[in-house]
């Protein structure tokens, strides 16, 4: 019997691929693909070497502590290797820290909108996802607290916020947190945390070991270009990781995942070169965007939403056909809006240049 309330499940709306949009439209000519809030410049090559050298041992199954890479996220974070969880994208450790946190008709708290995964991973726990609107394209802290019940157990608050760009500061975090009640878990999801350039933006490690705790999730698969390898991680006190390590697979990491995350965490040339491009380029894209008369919301991520103040199907549909894919809002009821990642400055020239092109043919 198929559980009830997993009937009307929809799947995850992913960013359209670019193999699809060239079957659909017949186009030949070069795609860009703005819609995944990926890194355009490709993987860390340190990372595609120690991919390669690793290769011959694949017949193994891999480590399933990835103890290497515990130690080195453990001396960068100043943590406990005890303290870290490892899974197989964010994703992962939102789904195992559901699993381990909330029982059936159980509460998490979230915006509305945010990563639409929180919520598909409670429901179908058989939790309740409770959704508070945001207010003014900023997490409703005062808002989510209001909605927080003796149920409650998790709250999830992406930092950078997806889809707007916006930023949670220390400031306002500390006020907020202070008047929580006990008996709930506080997710800190910073899948777009190295892109933050604001120094007021919430340190949540300071707030690992308080109560109520706080986790922090993080993921190469943004600023360190590894997608497609499938990692990422939670810094947790040591009772609830080793409740995570407990219940997830023994081998959720490959082996490749694993190599290649070493190699990339010590290339920090790639980190510079992929950080400060993105800076730039935001800055311009954010400034170019206003000068069509849009209204870009100011991020701190890898992406931008727009606001068009109109229906936004219509652009994205125009800018599909001419080879740019970017992302309708709709799903996140934001239907007036595009977000549009940030891409190389060659690609962003492009799609501006279309952009332009699909303005001026009316
Ligand atoms: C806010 C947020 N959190 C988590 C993730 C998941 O990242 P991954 O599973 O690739 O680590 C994403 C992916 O787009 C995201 O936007």
Not at 18 to 40: M, T, W, Y
Request: glycine share 8%; with cysteine; aromatic share 8%.
């Amino acid at each position: 019997m198929i559980k009830p309330y997993l009937r009307d499940f929809k799947p995850y709306p992913p960013g359209k691929p670019i193999s699809e949009l060239k079957r659909e439209l017949g186009l030949e000519g070069p795609i860009i693909k703005l819609a995944s809030n990926e890194n355009p410049f490709g993987p860390p090559p340190s990372a595609l070497k120690a991919l390669v050298e690793a290769a011959p041992e694949l017949n193994r199954y891999p480590d399933p502590a990835a103890y290497e890479l515990r130690q080195a996220l453990a001396s960068r974070y100043g943590v406990e290797p005890e303290e870290i969880v490892l899974g197989n994208g964010s994703n992962e450790i939102l789904d195992l820290l559901v699993k381990a946190c909330l029982l059936p008709g159980e509460e998490a708290l979230m915006s509305e909108p945010s990563f639409l995964m929180y919520e598909k991973f409670v429901t179908a726990a058989g939790g309740k996802a409770v959704k508070v609107p945001l207010k003014d394209f900023h997490h409703d802290l005062p808002g989510l607290a209001r909605r927080i019940t003796e149920k409650t157990r998790l709250i999830f608050l992406d930092n950078p916020h997806n889809p707007t760009g916006s930023i949670i500061s220390q400031k306002e975090f500390e006020t907020w947190y202070e008047g929580l009640p006990e008996g709930l878990i506080v997710v800190i999801d910073e899948a777009y945390g190295e892109f933050v350039n604001d120094p007021q933006v919430l340190k949540p490690l300071l707030f690992k070991d308080s109560s109520p705790p706080v986790v922090l999730l993080r993921t190469f698969s943004k600023a360190y270009g590894l997608a497609g390898l499938r990692l990422g991680y939670g810094i947790m006190r040591e009772e609830l990781a080793s409740v995570l390590n407990a219940i997830r697979q023994p081998f959720n990491v490959n082996t490749l995942a694993q190599v290649a995350a070493q190699a990339a965490l010590k290339d920090e040339a790639y980190l510079k070169k992929v950080l400060e491009t993105t800076w730039a380029e935001r800055e311009r894209l954010t400034k170019a965007l206003g000068d069509f008369g849009f209204n870009p919301h100011p991020s701190q991520a890898n992406f931008i939403l727009v606001d068009l103040g109109r229906p936004a199907r219509p652009l994205y549909e125009a800018l599909l056909k001419k080879g740019v894919i970017v992302r309708s809002m709709e799903a996140y009821g934001f239907p007036h809006c595009l977000r549009i990642s940030i891409g190389t400055p060659e690609e962003n020239e492009i799609f501006l240049a279309k952009l332009k092109e699909v303005l001026s043919e009316g």
